[in-house]
């Protein structure tokens, strides 16, 4: 700790809105003033600074940074408030002009926010926005944090190259670049020995890691499946068409990659994909599919997809449904197309109604969940690993699967994050949110 920080005993608040991504940059921006002195506000208590990191994938993300901003400036009407992330970095003036926001700091100075508040409180100034162009950005800033649950957070990769017409994540986020194979080994390695049973491996666009360090996402996973005292990863959100099947093989036998997969496809349209400048086609979507399920037939596999894109006509997304209905996959994580400034997407000509997208939103949500429950149903009988979570209210306490099903089981506070605890799957609970543990095993 630093005994002469100016933020010693300053009390703080958090809060994080988008992606995983974020949240672990948040906790290791935590971590940092944790060790100049800096506390956790608990329950009512007024803050004395507040740090919101914010997203900007669509317009809704962008209006929930701003009520969001505003609440905590009421909340804690005397509290310094400090607003990095997406939002900060495409929108910083918006930002700013924001009543109470004291300090924005775009995606380059978000990790080097301790340094930056230290010299704003000292410098008395009344707001400050402090922003690096991306194209200036080359640097990539670790983080490996532990969410609120059993799990951590390992930001392997930062930025975007594909500049898909309808995103902004490449101007909120600069370039692809990321960590070495031996510094993520190090970091795995660092959780194992704070008890870490489950590592989620998180970027923004993983499957391009190594860019910037000549290795490859294949390396990567092949590196940290050998660190002993990791129970499992969980690999998030990678492109169809950097998931190669030499890749899908090996976690196929691996020890500890779980069988569970997150890929966006975001239309089973082709012409809707060109308009996206999407890098792959639905045949390639779907050859994806097929290899992991011949060598993986329990994998979880969830699915991104956007609907009333600008050019969406209804035979486009009639053909995009019934791509998505056809495919062996688990769920759908559905967006509702958003305009975006600076995108080119802009550009296209059709446009869809309000009405139109609540509609097609509504029947690819309802695809979902049907795909959901046919996927448990199908599990129903097995024998899977589980790790379990704290409960929350009630005498329940949930876990997940090593392919993502949810599981209950009455309390039992020696299961929590405990190893080589197996289930049998039962039937669904009430809710149909989750199966029930019908017998339990653990090893000794």
């Known amino acids: 700790m630093t005994e002469d920080s100016i933020l010693k005993n300053k009390k703080v608040v958090y809060y994080t809105l988008g992606c995983k991504l ?8 935590g971590k940092m003033l944790a060790l100049r002195g800096v506390v956790k506000a608990k329950g009512d208590e007024q803050a004395d600074v507040c740090i919101i990191n914010t997203c900007s994938v669509t317009e809704l993300a962008d209006k929930k940074c701003r009520q969001t901003i505003r609440s905590f400036a009421r909340q804690h009407p005397n509290a310094y408030v400090v607003v990095t992330g997406c939002y900060a970095q495409l929108k910083s003036e918006e930002v700013g002009a924001i009543d109470g926001v004291d300090l924005v700091l775009g995606a380059a100075e978000k990790m080097d926010l301790p340094d930056k508040l230290e010299a704003f409180l000292q410098s008395e100034r009344e707001l400050e926005i402090d922003t690096t162009p991306l194209a200036e950005i080359k640097d990539f800033a670790p983080s490996c944090s532990r969410g609120d649950r059993t799990r ?3 930001k392997v990769q930062d930025g975007c190259d594909y500049y898909c017409s309808y995103c902004t994540i490449p101007f909120a986020r600069g370039r692809s670049r990321n960590g070495s194979i031996a510094s993520m080994v190090e970091q795995a390695k660092q959780v194992a020995e704070e008890g870490g049973k489950e590592i989620v491996i998180t970027g923004v666009n993983i499957g391009d890691f190594g860019k910037t360090t000549g290795e490859s996402f294949l ?3 092949k590196a940290l499946d050998e660190v002993e005292g990791i129970e499992r990863y ?3 959100s990678i492109e169809p068409d950097l998931l190669t099947d030499e890749a899908i093989e090996f976690i196929a036998t691996s020890k500890r990659i779980a069988p569970h997969f997150h890929i966006p496809l975001q239309s089973g349209s082709d012409e809707v994909l060109k308009i996206m400048r999407r890098h792959y086609d639905k045949e390639l979507f779907c050859s994806k599919i097929k290899k992991i399920k011949e060598v993986m037939p329990d994998a979880f596999i969830g699915v991104d997809l956007i609907v009333g894109m600008r050019g969406e006509t209804e035979p486009l997304f009639a053909e995009s449904f019934a791509t998505v209905e056809g495919l062996d996959i688990s769920q759908l994580h559905v967006f509702t197309y958003s305009e975006r400034p600076g995108t080119r997407a802009l550009k296209i000509e059709h446009v869809v109604t309000p009405q139109e997208k609540h509609d097609r939103c509504t029947r690819m949500l309802n695809l979902s969940e ?8 199908s599990q129903i009988g097995k024998c899977r690993p589980v790790l379990f979570e704290q409960p929350g209210h009630g005498f ?3 876990g997940f699967t090593d392919n993502y099903i949810r599981v209950e089981m009455p309390y039992d506070k020696s299961l929590v994050n405990c190893s080589g605890v197996k289930v049998l799957l ?5 809710e149909k949110s989750a199966l029930k543990v019908e017998k339990l095993f653990i090893e000794e």
């Open 22 to 29: 974020n949240f672990a940059e948040t906790s290791t921006i």
């Open 152 to 154: 951590y957070f390992l």
């Open 219 to 221: 390396d990567l996973i």
């Open 234 to 236: 969980r690999i998030s």
């Open 370 to 377: 049907k795909k959901r429950l046919a996927f448990y149903k």
């Open 396 to 398: 329940l306490m949930h």
């Open 426 to 430: 039962g039937d669904f609970n009430e």
